[in-house]
């Protein structure tokens, strides 16, 4: 029934920009807040960005901050993540995600709802 459809991923160099997007569906989006991980080869999945019912009510991972963007559309029912100034350690699947309700939404465990995963590749 929840299906998180994510899109944007891709190759890109060092210092260059992409946009990731998730088209939620079968939830009611508005209420919900959202959450990016990335997974690197050989690594635990780690928190990128969440964002609140408000777009002014965002966090970020340090190793990201001042560089991506997260947002939201909820007449789309889509959560956004603008990458600038990439890095090759960036690169990693990236996965959109629904917090449950009055979690932690910096820990893996306080999501219920995880989209497919899209790969972002930074060439140095």
């Known amino acids: 029934q929840v299906q998180l459809v994510e899109s944007g991923g891709g190759l890109v160099q060092a210092g260059g920009s992409l946009r990731l997007s998730c088209a939620a569906s079968g939830l009611t989006f508005r209420s919900k807040t959202m959450g990016w991980f990335r997974q690197a080869p050989g690594k635990q999945r780690e928190f990128v960005a969440h964002?609140?019912?408000?777009?002014?009510?965002?966090t970020y991972a340090d190793s990201v901050k001042g560089r991506f963007t997260i947002s939201r559309d909820n007449a789309k029912n889509t959560v956004y993540l603008q990458m600038d100034s990439l890095k090759p350690e960036d690169t990693a699947v990236y996965y959109c995600?629904?917090?449950?309700?009055?979690?932690?939404?910096?820990?893996?465990?306080?999501?219920?709802?995880w989209g497919q995963g899209t790969q972002v590749t930074v060439s140095s």
């Open positions: 964002i609140g019912w408000s777009a002014d009510s965002t």
């Open positions: 995600a629904v917090a449950r309700r009055y979690s932690d939404y910096i820990r893996e465990q306080g999501y219920e709802y």
